[in-house]
């Protein structure tokens, strides 16, 4: 059974920093790209940034490049997301998801998701 | 970027209804559209991949078509647990895009 595992959210100030962790089970982690989708409170889903199996490729959102890093360890089935220069727009719950298969697909299975919220 | 439009953005339904979504896509994406499933508080659920393909275990009540801009999400009997929000996203292109949601409420 796929699960998805999120943590590291939590309260953080304008201009400070959190990285995220998603730990993955019951699949082969290295074969599958990964994603981080937010949400923010009462808002619409938004996509934030993808990694591909092998972690060579990354795609962000226009949102937050050049202020999030997405990674992943293989070793360990974990993927992350540091996040710095924080902004009250980055208060969202975070989910992590798997993409269905190589190539063109969408993400099949989702994390419970992590709240993370940029207040002072 | 690919803009995503559901309509309509809410809607009221009783039990056993039929149901139509439909989402648009600013360009072409061929069959690259998705549909999730979400409930308050709760993670979203993948249902359809491919315009039209049933994700494992959805229920064949639900169904999705469309193809090019034009697609729609139909529940073909609403039952309770599907009163939820819908969205569609694009996964033809990066940046992936969602739509603004649909919410099925209870007439």
């Known amino acids: 059974e796929v699960q998805l595992l999120e943590s590291g959210g939590g309260l953080v100030q304008p201009g400070g920093s959190l990285r995220l962790s998603c730990a993955a089970s019951g699949f082969t982690f290295s074969t599958y790209a990964m994603s981080w989708v937010r949400q923010a409170p009462g808002k619409g889903l938004e996509w934030v940034s993808s990694?591909?199996?092998?972690?060579?490729?990354?795609y962000y959102a226009d949102s937050v490049k050049g202020r999030f890093t997405i990674s992943r360890d293989n070793s360990k089935y974990t993927l992350l997301l540091q996040m710095n220069s924080l902004r009250a727009e980055d208060t969202a719950t975070y989910y992590c998801?798997?993409?269905?298969?190589?190539?063109?697909?969408?993400?099949?299975?989702w994390g419970q998701g992590t709240l993370v919220t940029v207040s002072s | 970027d690919i803009q995503m439009t559901q309509s309509p953005s809410s809607l009221s339904a009783s039990v056993g209804d039929r149901v139509t979504i439909t989402c648009r896509a600013s360009q072409g994406i061929s069959n690259n559209l998705a549909w999730f499933q979400q409930k308050p508080g709760k993670a979203p659920k993948s249902l359809i991949y491919a315009a039209s393909n049933l994700e494992s275990g959805v229920p064949s009540k639900f169904s999705g078509s469309g193809s090019g801009t034009d697609f729609t999400l139909t529940i073909s009997s609403l039952q309770p647990e599907d009163f939820a929000t819908y969205y569609c996203q694009q996964y033809s292109t990066y940046p992936w895009t969602f739509g603004q949601g649909t919410t099925v409420d209870i007439k």
């Open positions: 998801a798997k993409k269905r298969n190589v190539g063109y697909y969408p993400p099949d299975h």
């Open positions: 990694i591909s199996g092998s972690g060579v490729g990354t």
